[in-house]
């Protein structure tokens, strides 16, 4: 199982930016797809989750802001970001788990300008 973040980059604030996570190895919908980010200096934290049936949750501080969504064709998990805040500046790694072994991608870095 290999996952691959891209699609990070540097926007204004109030700006919007779509990353996506290219998955291989595993179905989409196996089971629960995660979007988390670590900003520096601090802890990783979780943004956004799909389930397997497409139910989605997200982190109080993003909701109503990002939006998960996968495409089962291609095998991609994605997190669509508007109105974007300096404080939303971290890297951003997707994530799922698969019999007990989580994966993670590399991260993709999202720097937002005020």
């Known amino acids: 199982v290999q996952l691959q973040a891209s699609g990070g980059g540097l926007v204004q604030a109030g700006g919007a930016l779509t990353i996506s996570c290219s998955v291989t190895?595993?179905?989409?919908?196996?089971?629960?797809m995660r979007w988390y980010r670590q900003a520096p200096e601090t802890e990783r934290e979780w943004v956004a989750l799909?389930?397997?049936?497409?139910?989605?949750n997200y982190a109080a501080s993003v909701k109503g802001r990002f939006t998960i969504s996968r495409d089962r064709v291609k095998n991609l998990l994605y997190l669509q970001m508007n109105s974007l805040k300096p404080e939303d500046t971290a890297v951003y790694y997707c994530?799922?788990?698969?019999?007990?072994?989580?994966?993670w991608g590399q991260g993709t870095r999202v720097t937002v300008s005020a």
């Open positions: 190895g595993i179905n989409i919908d196996h089971g629960p």
């Open positions: 799909i389930t397997s049936s497409g139910a989605t």
């Open positions: 994530n799922t788990a698969e019999m007990g072994t989580q994966y």
